[in-house]
């Protein structure tokens, strides 16, 4: 099998992978891909392309296949890692997504960049070399789903987008990389463990319908009351972004109750970057009082991360209070 003991690149768009418009706009192929790559890893490598569109169009559903086509090329190929190159806007979304179902020991990395593959201030080389020196030292077998970036190598959970233009866009939050790379191509160092992870398998097709709704000051409730009024039979969950420990307009209250009274899962988040879910006051629209109502903590969750997470969760067949605890990361 052509994918035995190599390190599959897989395309899953992104500029990394583009050349600008007045280059036919098109992206690199098989072939000029190792052109890329130093001579001394060129054949630890394989390439197979997923997808060209914008990652804006991705649905979980097609996240879900790009995994399991990575999955297929362990199990089926024998591949000894997968790295995937994406759009960076939303490439820590996917990465989590992927980070809690990836239930292989091989790694499955991901990378990306704001510049083309052929404009001057390309990291195409650096990305792919980093990423497939990541996979080579081994110490990143057994990790689960991890993004190569910024000279690093971070676990999605740790990862928070702060820029669309900045070589600096992405922020390890609250915690530091999981290892670093001794020269900008050179040798990866392992730093520490990711934090302790459980995976779900997928018996059902990944929900469509979870949006976020966040509140901001001074909130209505239009939105809410539109999703009630006309479209919330659609609803396979909810997410809540709330204001601090997640509290929200005390107009929600009533809509809220009746989504629940629906039997609609619903996740309270914080909107904050390093928020978290907390009980510690009581009145109409805290948090205290939507758990107590039995809106599903979302823990220290962001809310995309909860989004994915209740996704995935549903797709399990979890409920109740199994579902809870793995919205909390205790199942």
Not at 256 to 261: G, P, S
């Amino acid at each position: 099998m052509e994918n035995r003991d190599k390190i599959v690149i897989l395309s899953a768009g992104g500029r990394i992978l583009q050349c600008s418009e007045d280059k036919d706009g098109g992206e690199i192929n098989g072939e000029s891909i190792y052109g890329f790559l130093p001579d001394d890893i060129k054949g630890y490598v394989s390439f197979q392309k997923w997808s060209t569109q914008p990652v804006s169009n991705y649905t979980l559903r097609m996240c879900g296949e790009l995994i399991e086509m990575a999955k297929a090329f362990v199990h089926n190929d024998g591949a000894r890692g997968v790295i995937i190159t994406c759009g960076i806007q939303a490439i820590a979304e996917l990465s989590y997504f992927a980070d809690i179902v990836w239930n292989l020991n091989p790694p499955l990395i991901f990378t990306g960049s704001i510049f083309s593959a052929d404009s001057l201030n390309s990291e195409t080389s650096l990305r792919l070399t980093q990423s497939v020196r990541a996979v080579l030292s081994g110490s990143c077998t057994g990790k689960g789903a991890l993004i190569c970036i910024q000279d690093s190598v971070y676990s999605p959970a740790d990862v928070l987008r702060i820029s669309n233009f900045n070589r600096s866009g992405l922020l390890a939050f609250p915690e530091s990389p999981l290892g670093v790379f001794s020269q900008p191509s050179g040798n990866y160092i392992p730093l520490r463990f990711p934090r302790h992870r459980y995976t779900q398998e997928i018996i059902k097709p990944l929900a469509r319908n979870i949006p976020v709704i966040t509140a901001s000051l001074g909130d209505g409730d239009v939105i809410l009351r539109s999703l009630l009024d006309k479209r919330y039979e659609e609803l396979d969950g909810l997410i809540i972004s709330g204001l601090g420990d997640g509290d929200v307009p005390s107009l929600w209250i009533p809509l809220l109750r009746k989504l629940l009274r629906s039997e609609i899962p619903v996740v309270l988040t914080s909107r904050y970057p390093d928020g978290i879910v907390q009980a510690t006051e009581s009145f109409e629209g805290s948090a205290s009082q939507l758990l107590d109502m039995g809106l599903i903590s979302g823990g220290m969750l962001s809310p995309y991360q909860a989004r994915i997470r209740l996704a995935v969760g549903l797709a399990a067949g979890l409920t109740g209070q199994n579902l809870s605890g793995w919205m909390l990361g205790k199942v």
